[in-house]
């Protein structure tokens, strides 16, 4: 690892959660539309698995595995984004976004879902939008809301 890139990950794990929400909603703004747009086959399928995995994982009270498919969902879609760079700094900030989930184990089933069908769709300003609730949810708390 580089000094740029032991710096970053030292910032990253010293912020706080809204910093973090706040980062994620600027990568969600620019890799959800994109994922929208340039989804291929094989990204659904990624992200229907992790959505499916997600789902198991809330209906056994799993926190580790409903966190860890929550993640490898929002990674699907930015990797769907097809802009390596973007995937990338969405990684780097995998650490982070886990310690904001556990919270809200269960919940946002409904928008993940309807988020996968508008990129399945191409619909890319109804994703963005699912997208940017999903943030808002997580950064109200007692609206309940996953990532």
């Known amino acids: 690892m580089d000094e740029t890139a032991v710096a970053l990950n030292r910032k990253v794990s010293s912020s706080d959660t809204s910093e973090v929400l706040e980062v994620r909603r600027g990568l969600d703004a620019s890799a959800v539309p994109l994922a929208a747009a340039r989804r291929t086959e094989a990204d659904l399928e990624a992200m229907r698995e992790a959505l499916d995995a997600r789902r198991r994982g809330a209906d056994d009270d799993d926190v ?41 184990m269960g919940q946002g089933t409904g928008d993940h879902e309807a988020l996968y069908t508008a990129i399945e769709h191409h619909d890319t300003a109804r994703a963005t939008e699912l997208a940017l609730g999903i943030i808002a949810r997580m950064e109200s708390p007692s609206d309940g809301g996953a990532g």
């Open 64 to 104: 580790e595995a409903f966190v860890e498919a929550d993640l490898r969902f929002h990674m699907a879609v930015a990797r769907a984004s097809h802009n390596g760079l973007l995937a990338d700094l969405y990684e780097s900030l995998n650490v982070p976004f886990r310690n904001t989930l556990g919270h809200a």
